[in-house]
């Protein structure tokens, strides 16, 4: 389970209809410069522009599946605690690929 708390800088809801023909809603939050969406309704209409949250949620592939969000309490830190939060799996390929290129740099150095 990955968390994450900040504020919400934007809010949006798309409504339309899915591939099954069934209609839906979504909200999508902008939270630290990143979009996270749900088909919740009780989330999406109780969460406001400029409130500080905090998420919890599973990262499955490219998305970001969202089990709950919360109000920060009044002075809780919107930091995580790193043994709270799952390495983004492309960021850890981004150290590796950079480690790599590193690698090749020195040998071509020689």
Do not use: A, H
């Not at 970001?64 to 930091?79: A, I, Q, T, W, Y």
Request: charged share 30%; aromatic share 8%; proline share 4%.
């Amino acid at each position: 389970m990955e968390v994450i708390k900040g504020q919400i800088n934007g809010v949006s809801k798309e409504s339309g209809v899915g591939k099954n023909g069934k209609p839906y809603t979504r909200w999508v939050f902008v939270i630290n410069e990143k979009k996270y969406s749900t088909f919740d309704k009780l989330i999406g209409e109780e969460f406001k522009m400029g409130e500080k949250v905090k998420m919890s949620g599973n990262v499955n592939g490219q998305f970001f599946n969202m089990v709950s969000m919360e109000r920060l309490k009044e002075g809780e830190p919107l930091e995580v605690k790193p043994e709270n939060v799952q390495p983004d799996s492309s960021e850890s390929q981004n150290q590796e690929i950079l480690g790599k290129l590193d690698e090749i740099l020195r040998i071509l150095q020689k």
